[in-house]
């Protein structure tokens, strides 16, 4: 899942909602950042042994890409802003949804490493606003952020934290029943980051 490896490392950022996100507002947040991302190809799997791959159009539009997913399809997308590889992963898992966006590292050195530092927080940060926007936290149940994260969804909040990797920072959406996350500290309401 969060695991598909790009190049170097992958900087993660994992989300389970209970709706799919809007793929036309995604890509209108990241326009709004000032990025113009670039999609290179399109593919979908049956499942996670890559059986049934198929190769979708560039140009697919969400609608297409929301109906691989409604009919059990995997699909990944991938592309590049700028100069930084990156891998869109969109997986319905009976009634949540999955996404995941992995980041190459490659040219972001400072995202290399599983550390909260003056350099990598203020990229934590922006993304953590963005999850936690109107018309994203609605919908938000938690995710994940990290380099090389592995997390799987189970009904229970404290089994997905007890069973993930490489978590630096939870951010818990609609999700009240996390009060305390051992080996994190709450940072400010719905967010935790990984201890000293």
Known sequence: MAGVNLVSANFNIVMFTKSKINLNRLLGVVHEKGF??????????GNWDFEDLQIHKQESDPAEINMLMDSGRITLIFG???????VVILNK???????SISFDTKNMDYLDNNTL?????PVYDEITSILLRSG??????????GVEVIVDYIDNFNKIILNSHNVMRWVGGIEKDISEIKGYKQVS???WDKAD
């Open 80 to 86: 590049a802003v700028q100069s930084i590889k990156f």
């Open 93 to 99: 898992l009976e009634t949540i949804y999955e996404t």
């Open 189 to 191: 309401a719905g967010i």
């Open 117 to 121: 530092n003056d350099k990598s927080r």
């Open 136 to 145: 994203m936290v609605n919908d938000l149940l938690i995710s994940a952020l």
């Open 36 to 45: 113009n991302p670039l999609f290179t190809k399109i593919k979908s799997v």
